[in-house]
């Protein structure tokens, strides 16, 4: 993509977010409700068909301008960010390692929004370990019969599409290899057992999935073999820590950005408090998370346009962006002193938008772990 229509797409996304998102952002954060015009607004921005290929009706962007639309929305309210984020790796999961009747099929619906979902992978008792899931999918002719439960999914209320990783063999060894993943689409045997209620990230919709004999057609098999589902769940979460990543360049430079401004007109002592040495400090090391994180989601985002494995660069990015929004936001909060902790301002919101991007996608303990282990592999003695 040239520069030009990276900026032109750029400015299209931001004067939506100042002329209709920030006004009501506060307030739809408030209720909790669900943004039905906004997400109208994304459809016809082309916003979930981001990263599908051109071809398939998508368009077809890369990792690089995606990172940056993301952190874009992120800065004014992040929760946008997740109603895309989650279709979009389901969306890659077909465009990587679908039939070509799959792709043909559904990515022009995805790409559309005419179909919106996103991924089923967390259970109750498995989040970062996925390969301790329970949900058991079991052939019968022409379906395979589901049964099982997954939680914390996004889209879960609203969606009507989702990536579904079973066991289809859950006595294989090593265990990945008994699992397959699905195009589930909502229907008899699959029902939302209630809305999940968070600290922050509110207006998207985090839903239990419950799957009771569920019949979905053998031919919604990603890629029509089972045991790959492991993999292609892994693929897509590269895509998905870039994203969480640049949600994390947004909310940190929120953060920043409410804080400079703040610093200039609150005065104590005489003084606006930008002129003490202690908030310089902080305002110092926002900036500079702010930019480092800034360059790590770049970095990742050219390894994945490349077609390069890239666990290790959006491990970093993933892990760094998020820890760098928790502690600009805890900054902000500081700074603002007793209005940080009003819901007046923004920044209380950033204080519990951040923790999300640290558990989310894969924790940063586990990211680190992935670095290390890439570290080696990569740098043999």
């Not at 997400?39 to 290929?53: D, K």
């Not at 419950?210 to 053998?218: K, L, T």
């Not at 400079?260 to 005065?267: E, F, G, H, L």
Request: hydrophobic letters at 40%; aromatic letters at 8%; glycine letters at 10%.
């Amino acid at each position: 993509m040239n520069t030009a229509d990276e900026t032109q797409i750029l400015d299209a996304i931001g004067k939506w977010l100042e002329r209709d998102v920030r006004p009501k952002a506060r307030e739809l954060e408030r209720k909790d409700e669900y943004p039905e015009s906004m997400v109208q607004t994304m459809r016809e921005l082309g916003l979930f068909g981001a990263t599908i290929p051109q071809e398939y009706g998508g368009l077809g962007l890369p990792a690089s301008t995606y990172a940056k639309i993301v952190a874009q929305i992120a800065e004014v309210w992040m929760s946008l960010t997740g109603i895309f984020n989650s279709h979009l790796i389901m969306a890659a999961a077909v465009a990587r390692y679908g039939t070509e009747e799959q792709k043909r099929h559904f990515l022009p619906k995805f790409a559309s929004g005419e179909i919106r979902g996103g991924l089923a992978l967390t259970e109750p008792d498995c989040g970062t370990d996925l390969q301790a899931i329970r949900t058991r999918a079991v052939r019968a002719g022409e379906h395979y019969v589901v049964n099982g439960t997954k939680t914390w999914i996004s889209n879960g209320i609203k969606g009507s599409c989702f990536a579904l990783l079973v066991k289809t063999d859950p006595n294989a060894q090593p265990r990945h290899k008994g699992m397959s993943m699905f195009l589930a689409e909502k229907g008899k045997g699959f029902r939302v057992s209630k809305k999940l209620e968070k600290l922050g990230y509110k207006g998207i919709d985090s839903a239990e999935l419950i799957f009771e004999d569920y019949h979905v057609p053998a031919d919604c098999l990603i890629g029509g073999v089972e045991g790959k589902g492991f993999h292609h769940a892994i693929g897509g979460l590269e895509l998905g820590r870039i994203n969480v990543a640049a949600r994390g360049v947004g909310v940190a430079n929120a953060a920043l950005k409410d804080s400079v401004a703040y610093s200039q007109v609150r005065k104590t002592f005489g003084k606006p408090i930008c002129e003490h040495q202690a908030i310089q400090l902080k305002l110092g090391e926002m900036a500079t998370r702010c930019e480092a994180a800034r360059l790590l989601v770049e970095s990742a985002a050219r390894a994945y346009d490349a077609g390069e494995r890239c666990d290790m660069e959006a491990g970093m990015a993933k892990y760094f962006a998020s820890e760098a929004a928790l502690e600009n936001s805890i900054e902000a909060v500081r700074i603002h002193g007793g209005y940080g902790y009003s819901t007046e301002f923004n920044v209380e919101r950033y204080y519990r938008d951040a923790p999300l991007m640290c558990i989310g996608e894969g924790t940063n303990e586990m990211q680190r772990i992935i670095i290390a282990k890439q570290l080696i592999a990569r740098n043999p003695a």
